[in-house]
């Protein structure tokens, strides 16, 4: 069965203070490693996808990285507005698998 | 705005009723998904649709709920006698096949 694994669940960061956040998987047949944002109350936002080992992405302060059991999504000198819950998910054929989430909370 | 849409944004309902969301996804994808979240979880799957094709449930998708979509444009997912359990946040989601699925902002239901 697929399998999806974030940690940590929750992680407080000081404005400007980088650090890296991990999705483990097990998955049958991998057509593509997902990265959404999720705000409270609102639906998950796209951030990157991702299909083969080695591959990177970058948007702004955020760095996504693949391997072929892990994720990475960095936050580079992360801002207040960088705060969200982080959603990986895998998607083995058609629909999504998610993990539980990373929560982030960036202060001032 | 084009994206998805969701109907209502928040439902409270008592137990035993039944209550119906509406979702319109982007006009051109002919894929819609219906998933669910609750607290502190992931969202999981419920069921998805190929224009007007229910293609699969899952186990999640009890004989209470029911999925619709008819002419392959909006979908409505129906759930009958509501239990407290059925309280999460029901997502729907749109996408072309073989790319990413765009997400509405969802609909909260609470039963109490």
């Known amino acids: 069965e697929d399998q999806v694994t974030q940690s940590p669940e929750a992680l407080r960061l000081q404005e400007g203070e980088s650090s890296s956040l991990n999705c483990s998987y097990t998955v049958s047949g991998l057509r593509g490693l997902f990265w959404y944002r999720q705000d409270p109350g609102k639906g998950p936002e796209f951030l990157f996808t991702?299909?083969?080992a080695g591959e990177e992405k970058e948007k702004e302060r955020l760095k996504a990285t693949l391997t072929k059991k892990e994720s990475f999504l960095h936050i580079t000198a992360p801002k207040p507005e960088d705060s969200a819950t982080y959603l990986c998910a895998v998607e083995p054929d058609y629909k999504l698998s998610f993990g539980a989430g990373t929560t982030v909370t960036v202060r001032a | 705005d084009t994206g998805v849409s969701q109907d209502p944004r928040h439902k409270i309902t008592k137990r035993g009723q039944n209550v119906t969301f509406r979702c319109d996804p982007i006009s051109e994808h002919n894929r819609l998904y219906w998933y669910r979240q609750t607290l502190g979880q992931g969202p999981e799957f419920l069921t998805y649709?190929?224009?007007?094709?229910?293609?699969?449930k899952s186990r999640l998708l009890s004989d209470r709920f029911s999925a619709e979509r008819p002419k392959g444009s909006f979908s409505t997912l129906e759930i009958q006698r509501t239990e407290q359990g059925d309280s999460a946040m029901y997502l729907c989601?749109?996408?072309?096949?073989?790319?990413?699925?765009?997400f509405g902002q969802g609909t909260r239901l609470t039963v109490v």
């Open positions: 989601a749109s996408s072309l096949v073989g790319s990413r699925a765009f």
């Open positions: 991702l299909y083969s």
């Open positions: 649709f190929q224009n007007e094709a229910q293609l699969e």
